[in-house]
């Protein structure tokens, strides 16, 4: 009960930053784009290759605000009827690049008595892909991920596995707090991320982890509810 008052705590601190500062941000980041985009147009094929870095290293300047911005939006989300399926489907071919490129394997098993789901689609699409990069920057060549879904008794269970390093029992009580990452590129916001997001479907998120053998995040999300619906429907109606 503790450790999830402190993250709600954490939440709202960055929550309030984020709100602070992320609009300021981001648009002169989006003129910047524009132009750098119309420089790269007029500039000589030599310089391609900077352009590309700088564009990439912005592109990643944005993610990070916008990770931010979903962390700092924790309100009601529209959610919808759709199928968790048709989510991993699309996004596979973009994990199976990610893959391909670092010389890993992916395995999709979907359950077929999976049934549709109540979902914000755009933040499960999102929850998939922090957890399917998480995996694979784990992993060395070789490495092979599964996404695999399963039906239980009260809702349905998405395993996101890894053959990787795992990750050691001190670790594992960190994972989910802002900002905590091992990686000199990261931001330790993705899981954390993952977290509220889960918490806004009324569903759960855990680890399972060995060192030297990887480790297999288990996010589970319960069955549509009558009352949900009915609930959502007025939220929609609100929204539009
Ligand atoms: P980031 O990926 O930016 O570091 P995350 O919140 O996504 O931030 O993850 C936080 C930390 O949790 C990572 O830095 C890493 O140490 C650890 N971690 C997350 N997923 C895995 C995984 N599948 N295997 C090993 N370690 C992981
Ligand atoms: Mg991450």
């Known amino acids: 009960f503790r450790k999830e008052l402190n993250h709600v705590e954490r ?3 960055v929550g309030q930053m984020a709100a602070g500062i992320t609009h300021e941000i981001r648009n002169p980041m989006a003129v910047v784009r524009g132009f750098l985009q119309l420089m790269r147009e007029k500039s000589p094929s030599s310089l391609e290759h900077y352009y590309r870095i700088v564009m990439e290293e912005l592109d990643r300047a944005n993610s990070i605000i916008n990770d931010f911005l979903s ?3 924790n309100r009601a989300v529209k959610m919808e009827l759709c199928s968790l399926h048709e989510i991993i489907k699309e996004l596979t ?4 690049a990610d893959a391909n490129l670092r010389g890993q394997s992916i395995e999709v098993m979907l359950d077929e008595k999976v049934p549709e789901l109540l979902l914000n689609q755009k933040e499960i699409k999102q929850l998939i892909l922090n957890l399917g990069r998480n995996g694979m920057e784990a992993m060395d060549d070789k490495g092979q991920l599964v996404l695999e879904t399963k039906c ?3 809702g349905v269970e998405l395993y996101v596995k890894d053959t990787g390093a795992g990750i050691s029992p001190a670790q594992q009580e960190r994972l989910f707090e802002p900002f905590f990452t091992t990686k000199s590129q990261g931001t330790g916001l993705g899981l954390s991320l993952c977290l509220s997001i889960m918490e806004r479907h009324s569903g759960k998120i855990s680890i399972e982890s060995e060192e030297g053998k990887g480790t297999t995040f288990t996010v589970f999300f319960p069955f549509a509810q009558t009352s949900q619906l009915h609930r959502n429907t007025a939220i929609s109606a609100m929204e539009d």
Do not use: E, G, M, N
Request: hydrophobic share 60%; net charge negative.
């Open 93 to 96: 071919p973009l994990l199976w």
């Open 11 to 13: 939440l709202s601190l």
């Open 71 to 73: 962390l700092a939006q």
């Open 152 to 154: 239980c008794a009260d």
